[in-house]
């Protein structure tokens, strides 16, 4: 297992499509950052107080950090579809398992290699981000470490889902799968908020079951509480505009909705180990 987990970290390092995104990547920290000081400066010498300046620059930040969410879903998405999936196409999987390795332990491999080049990757882009910003403009938010493991976790979901997926569907339709499922998840945390900022108690308890049933977006929301600064979490507590904006948080996932959230993927996981012992290949 260790040794396909290495395999597959190799086998990333050497996609033209990771080193892209990580060029991509450096650009885009190196652009909002510099926009974010820019504004900063601009606002500074206008005489805008620091508390604006701060508010100000944590809201962008938690824009970029959606940014990167998208990135790391697709990241997560198009490296774990055809992780399997073009394994099962091009028949290697054949002379991988003819040795005495088994179903559970190629998938389990091939999950760890991925989970730690994703991992890798969120924690370098959000720590870079944070920096960056933090740097040019003087302010950083309260829980940047938190931000950066509920990211991470965010992007494992959709990794997982996809190895799942590989299992059954070619590598491009298990990947827009998955980016759908992202984005649908993302839609049903937003009519949540609006759903109780209206009391429509039947719309908010279905796209509440809905980030249960698939749990990125409840993950994002921590993302959001660790960018944003507690003055706005206090100035919105309770209010109905604060409650249907999907950029605000006003606590983090409960510890019941974490555990949840590793169960998920280790069920999730099993089911891709279960799915492939049972196709013929």
Request: aromatic share 10%.
């Amino acid at each position: 297992m260790i040794t396909i987990a290495k395999v597959t970290i190799r086998e990333a390092a050497r996609r033209r499509i990771l080193w892209v995104l990580l060029g991509l990547t450096v650009v885009s920290v190196a652009l909002t950052s510099w926009g974010t000081g820019a504004l900063a400066g601009l606002a500074r010498s206008e005489g805008t107080g620091e508390l604006e300046i701060r508010i100000g620059v944590s809201q962008i930040l938690i824009l970029a950090a959606f940014m990167f969410s998208f990135v790391l879903a697709m990241t997560a998405a198009f490296l774990g579809a055809p992780a399997i999936a073009a394994d099962l196409e091009s028949g290697i999987v054949l002379a991988l398992l003819a040795r005495p390795i088994r179903r559970s332990e190629y998938v389990a491999g091939r999950w760890l290699g991925l989970v730690a080049v994703v991992v890798a990757y969120a924690a370098a882009s959000g720590f870079l981000e944070i920096g960056a910003i933090g740097l040019l403009t003087g302010h950083y938010p309260p829980e940047p470490a938190l931000a950066v493991v509920f990211l991470a976790a965010q992007a494992v979901v959709l990794l997982t889902i996809a190895l799942l997926l590989g299992t059954r569907l070619p590598a491009i339709a298990a990947g827009a799968v998955c980016v759908v499922l992202f984005g649908l998840a993302w839609m049903a945390g937003v009519f949540s908020g609006v759903a109780r900022a209206f009391n429509a108690d039947a719309l908010a308890a279905i796209s509440e079951a809905t980030r249960w049933l698939f749990p990125s977006d409840g993950l994002w929301r921590g993302v959001i509480y660790g960018l944003e600064p507690p003055l706005v979490q206090i100035v919105a507590s309770g209010s109905e505009i604060g409650e249907a904006n999907p950029f605000y948080a006003v606590a983090p996932p409960p510890p019941i909705y974490i555990v949840w959230s590793v169960i998920w993927i280790a069920v999730t996981l099993a089911l891709a180990a279960w799915s492939l012992n049972r196709r013929e290949i």
